[in-house]
């Protein structure tokens, strides 16, 4: 742990860390927008029951509403790539804690499924006409079902860790694995996807500037700083939070010259999307060059979370023994064929976002109120 990541990894090995991760913040873009989303959403149908002033739906969240089923699908399918280089990388810890907590953690599948279906009906209107409440409903269930299913991996992820419970946790039978980082974690993550959905939702509003009222932009441009900046205050305090709740081997591995620079990284990033948040006032703020930077301080806090993240893993489990099936899997040639699949995805997700894009527009009868 005394070179920084990837560094002190051969070749091999530190290929797959860099993968993991860089494929890591793509995902983690996509799986943010739609927990954050959701969450938006949800909170937004139940503005009706608290009287008419609050019950119209304001920018954002037509933008968004338009957008979730879309944005699950690519979290899905961009899921896939970490879960790659993971299994490469880790293999033995990775595959206990999933067989431990297989049935259980399984039934994140369905509930995506559920989630996606729920999505799909919200954007018909079909669940409007019967009042606000099944549609607030519907939405409760797309939260609950990703609120699940975030939890889900983080305690597969926290039982991988701990080799030292698993038999104890085998004969025990037990469906459920109780770890106190669980609760600091989700809620780091939870926190920090709204600032990643604010600057999406911001970018998504240059990109369809021409399409909006300017005093219904101002307003959302408001709104997103104050989403952005809140949840970039909280995500740096459950990142402290964190931080204090582990042992003290896994401290030192955050502090190691491995990843302290990268946790810096993530600080800077976070600093430097709120410098980019605080001053907007209205739609006219919401320039390409302060979201260029946003987003360049939006990565440096990803990539720097995921790397201090992956240090905590690789101060618990032993990675040495793994280090000769690395230069074996890298010798056996299939990056190649995973770079032309990861370019011709890129293209199909792209074109997609094009299309929907592009209907959103033509659906569009005039300038959105
Ligand atoms: C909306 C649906 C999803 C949500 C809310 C979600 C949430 C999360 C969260 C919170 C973590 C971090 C766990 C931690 O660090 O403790 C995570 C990790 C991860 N997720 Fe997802 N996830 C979703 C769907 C998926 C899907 C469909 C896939 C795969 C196809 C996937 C692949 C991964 C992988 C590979 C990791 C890294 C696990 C590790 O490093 O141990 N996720 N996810």
Redesign the pocket.
């Known amino acids: 742990m005394d070179a920084l990541f990837p560094f002190g990894f051969p070749g091999p090995t530190a290929m797959y860390l860099t993968f993991?991760i860089v494929t890591?913040v793509i995902?983690g873009v996509f799986?943010n927008y739609?927990?954050a989303g959701a969450i938006l959403l949800a909170m937004g149908r139940l503005r009706p029951f608290l009287g008419s002033r609050w019950a119209r739906p304001g920018l954002i969240e037509k933008v968004v509403g338009d957008w979730l089923p879309a944005m699950?699908g690519m979290?899905?399918?961009t899921?896939?790539a970490?879960?790659l280089f993971?299994q490469i990388l880790h293999k033995q810890s990775?595959y206990t804690a999933n067989l431990l907590l297989f049935h259980r953690f399984m039934l994140?599948l369905p509930a995506?499924i559920v989630?996606y279906y729920m999505l799909y009906l919200l954007k018909s209107k079909r669940l409007d006409v019967w009042g606000p409440w099944p549609p607030a409903s519907a939405l409760t269930i797309v939260v609950l079902?990703?609120?699940f299913?975030?939890?889900a991996?983080?305690e597969?992820?926290?039982l991988?860790l701990h080799h030292e419970l698993w038999g104890e946790f085998y004969g025990s039978g037990r469906w459920f694995y109780a770890d106190a980082e669980?609760w600091p974690?989700?809620g780091f993550?939870v926190t920090v996807s709204f600032a990643t959905l604010a600057l999406v939702v911001a970018w998504q509003f240059v990109w369809g500037r021409g399409g909006h009222e300017t005093s219904s932009l101002d307003l959302a441009a408001r709104q997103l700083r104050l989403l952005a900046v809140v949840a970039l205050a909280t995500s740096a305090a459950e990142a402290v939070l964190w931080f204090l709740w582990l042992d003290t081997p896994a401290r030192a591995a955050l502090r190691s010259s491995l990843a302290m620079p990268y946790a810096a990284l993530a600080l800077v990033g976070i600093t430097l999307q709120a410098a980019c948040w605080l001053p907007v006032k209205s739609g006219a703020d919401l320039t390409a060059k302060r979201l260029g930077l946003a987003t360049a301080g939006a990565v440096a806090m990803l990539v720097g979370a995921g790397v201090a993240?992956?240090a905590r893993?690789l101060a618990a489990v032993d990675l040495g023994s793994l280090l000769e099936s690395h230069r074996h899997a890298a010798a056996v040639g299939g990056i190649t064929l995973f770079l032309a699949c990861f370019l011709l995805n890129a293209g199909v997700i792209g074109y997609c976002a094009w299309l929907i894009k592009r209907d959103i527009a033509m659906a569009r009868p005039s300038r959105v109120n």
């Open positions: 993991y890591g995902y799986m739609t927990l699950l979290a899905i399918t899921g896939v970490p879960l993971l990775f994140f995506l989630a079902c990703f609120i299913v975030a939890w991996w983080t597969n992820h926290l991988s669980l974690r989700l993550t993240r992956e893993r």
